[in-house]
């Protein structure tokens, strides 16, 4: 039996990308691509070809021509930086990637049957779906907001972290939402009021939140990325120990298109420290230029900051001095702390009365350290755990 003439061509066609050539290694694609040059393999070979792309894509996606489209947006090549920079690009360039987008679209829009006729097996093979997208139209019009959508792995992803000197995704970030979150409303309007600013292009200030533990600064910050994510908004997190690493990171992201909040979560101070000197300098500008697209969110205990031998504050003036904005979530009060508590047993379904609530809460916040969200939080879980009727 001879080769199909359409799979002969794209696959043929195939070896001719030059720009988003490293989708030809994708491991969905690769089995795919094999089963384009069918007339000499072995039945059993073209059966294991054919269940194995299947369980790829299907491992990702049902709808093959999604995909390969989702992987041509999230590709980093030399095209999308250089659109990404603003720069002018060649006409041969342009008519390059053009013919590109037309092949991987039709190599996408490759039906079930036509490779099932070139499988030798009479039994029930899997199937997958396709669509009629325009690459090109989809894809020039994605470029177009690239400030939203970004390229590379940091198109998908709103959360990354430094991990063996890379940076590197959280596959299951902490989904909490503005919304979900109670009191401290004028705190996280002035972080949110900043945050915009710096997606607007607008002058925007790095941000020290400190004060009470499990006032919720940590999650004011996350909440956040994940409500301006549609806008372009990352975060990556780096610990006090990576902090050395901070100019080298600010050099990777300079010329990408998206905005980034550089996080360091529970920033601990002593003097003499070299992480918070590498800090302190970064800041300043004295280490490597920010990037106009990044700012420094960090968070921090008023203890931690102050350190052992410094009642007198003097090492908090010395961090937050290089801060432009600096928001302090302090202990709630009695009234505030049973309001987040009720607040929160209404949004997590916890049926009690008003009366019973707040007499467990003081007792739980007098057992556990005191008043704060945290505890307000902690406790309507016990008590859903104990009586998970009432949820």
Not at 99 to 113: G, K, Y
Not at 250 to 259: E, T
Not at 335 to 346: I, N, P, R, S
């Amino acid at each position: 039996m001879g080769r199909n003439k359409k799979l002969q061509e794209i696959d043929l066609s195939l070896n001719s990308l030059v720009v988003f050539r490293k989708l030809l290694t994708h491991e969905v694609i690769l089995p795919l691509r094999a089963l384009l040059d069918t007339e000499s393999m072995d039945p059993m070979i073209q059966l294991r070809q054919y269940t194995e792309f299947i369980t790829r894509l299907y491992a990702r996606s049902t709808n093959l021509t999604e995909y390969i489209f989702q992987l041509i947006c999230e590709d980093d090549n030399f095209y999308v930086r250089a659109v990404a920079r603003g720069e002018q690009v060649d006409e041969m360039l342009e008519a390059c990637v053009q013919n590109e987008l037309a092949i991987l679209q039709r190599l996408a829009r490759i039906r079930p049957h036509e490779l099932q006729k070139e499988v030798s097996y009479y039994g029930v093979l899997p199937e997958w779906k396709t669509s009629d997208l325009d690459f090109g139209a989809e894809y020039h019009a994605r470029l177009r907001e690239i400030g939203k959508y970004g390229y590379g792995t940091f198109a998908p992803h709103p959360m990354f972290v430094i991990r063996d000197e890379r940076i590197v995704p959280v596959l299951h970030p902490d989904p909490v939402q503005l919304s979900e979150l109670s009191g401290y409303e004028q705190e996280r309007q002035a972080v949110t009021d900043n945050t915009l600013a710096l997606l607007q292009g607008k002058p925007a200030q790095n941000v020290l939140l400190y004060g009470d533990p499990g006032t919720g600064k940590s999650t004011t910050v996350k909440a956040v990325v994940n409500a301006f994510f549609a806008q372009g908004l990352r975060l990556i997190q780096i610990t006090k120990a990576q902090l050395p690493m901070l100019p080298e990171i600010m050099d990777q992201i300079y010329d990408c298109p998206l905005k980034f909040i550089l996080y360091i979560d529970d920033l601990t101070f002593a003097p003499g420290d070299d992480s918070f000197s590498v800090l302190k300098a970064t800041l300043e500008g004295t280490v490597s230029a920010r990037p106009d697209n990044a700012l420094i969110y960090a968070t921090g205990s008023r203890q931690n900051l102050l350190g052992k031998d410094d009642a007198d504050g003097a090492a908090l003036d010395s961090l937050s001095a290089r801060f432009g904005l600096r928001v302090c979530f302090a202990r709630p009060e009695r009234a505030e702390y049973l309001a987040f508590t009720q607040q929160l047993a209404a949004q997590m379904g916890l049926d009690t009365d008003a009366e019973t609530l707040a007499q467990k809460a003081e007792d739980f916040a007098a057992r556990s350290g005191g008043r704060s969200p945290r505890a307000a939080k902690q406790l309507i879980e016990r008590l859903l755990a104990v009586h998970p009727a009432d949820s």
